[in-house]
């Protein structure tokens, strides 16, 4: 049997400044993936750069 790659999908939090964002795998970035073989799904590594960690995506500056 081939093993099926899981269906990540996106994940989108905001926060004002000077607050902080909080997410753990299980209830946070993992708890809208897939996968179809129901393996385990888990976090190993970010990379902030990558995955936009720390950075405006979209929005409006107000001076």
């Known amino acids: 049997m081939i093993n099926s790659i899981p269906v990540a999908k996106v994940d989108i939090a905001g926060v004002t400044k000077g607050k902080v ?8 970035v993992l708890a809208n993936d897939t996968d179809p073989d129901n393996d385990s799904l888990h976090v190993t590594a970010v990379n902030g750069v990558a995955a936009n960690v720390g950075h405006a995506l979209a929005g409006v500056l107000v001076p």
């Open 21 to 28: 964002v909080t997410a753990d795998a299980a209830h946070g």
